[in-house]
Nanobody, 119 residues
């Protein structure tokens, strides 16, 4: 049974930083692409970033390029999202999402962690 548990969200001022973590279990973590997706209040779900199974390639939504960094530790079954220079428009629930073995298509996601950027 796939389990994805996010942590690290919170309230931060504009320009601040947060690091999200996701603990994965119930599948062979190192064999799958992983994603972060988000959903802002009153809006649909939005893909944010993806990383290949081995971590060698990463992909980002244009609006977060240069500010967010996705990474993974396959020895610990952990996924991370370092978010710097946060903006109010980054406010959303952030979800860790399992991809497939050969792409970013979301096949499962966690319960999410709230990120609020406000002064």
């Amino acid at each position: 049974q796939v389990q994805l548990v996010e942590s690290g969200g919170g309230l931060v001022q504009p320009g601040g930083s947060l690091r999200l973590s996701c603990a994965a279990s119930g599948f062979t973590f190192g064999s799958y692409w992983m994603n972060w997706v988000r959903q802002a209040p009153g809006k649909g779900r939005e893909w944010v970033s993806a990383i290949t199974s081995g971590g060698g390639n990463t992909y980002y939504l244009d609006s977060v390029k240069g500010r967010f960094t996705i990474s993974r530790d396959n020895t610990k079954n952990m996924l991370y999202l370092q978010m710097n220079n946060l903006k109010p428009e980054d406010t959303a629930v952030y979800y860790c999402a399992k991809g497939s073995k050969d792409g970013a298509t979301v096949t499962a996601r966690g319960q999410g962690t709230q990120v609020t950027v406000s002064s």
